[in-house]
Every structure is written in structure tokens, then in C-alpha cells.
């Protein structure tokens, strides 16, 4: 069985579309970083040794070298 895309007006009655379609209070974009293959292995088992994503970490680290 696949996963399909319909449109949200086709979607039944009973799921919570606005609910779950509402935007996120704050405006999120992409950033794309190439790393090599070792360097994001290695933060990517950081971040779960820290039981957080690695955006998060990511994140965090960023902002801790521009507070510096």
C-alpha cells in the first residue's frame, strides 16, 4: 500500500485538516550545508547521543559560536 497526495479538499469530513494545515507561528526555510559523508555521520551520533535532532544541534552550536 502507498502514500498518495490529495488535495486537502478531498480529504474526509473527520480529520482536523485546518487543524493540522494551520502555518507555524514562526517562518521556517532551508539551509543546505554540504559536509562530508564522516563529518555528518559523526554529528548525527552526537545528536543522538544528546537524544536530540541533528538540526537542533546544529542550531545550538551556531549559536553558541555567534554568542561567543
Do not use: G
Not at 473527520?14 to 521556517?28: G, M, W, Y
Not at 548525527?44 to 546544529?58: G, W
Request: no cysteine; hydrophobic share 40%; glycine share 0%.
Amino acid at each position: 500500500m502507498a502514500l498518495t497526495v490529495k488535495p486537502l479538499d478531498r480529504v474526509r469530513k473527520t480529520i482536523p485538516v485546518k487543524d493540522v494545515a494551520k502555518p507555524s507561528a514562526h517562518e521556517l526555510v532551508r539551509v543546505n550545508l554540504q559536509v562530508e559523508k564522516n563529518t555528518r555521520i559523526r554529528w548525527h551520533t552526537e545528536a543522538m547521543k544528546r537524544d536530540i535532532s541533528l538540526t537542533e544541534l546544529i542550531q545550538k552550536a551556531v549559536d553558541s559560536y555567534i554568542e561567543k
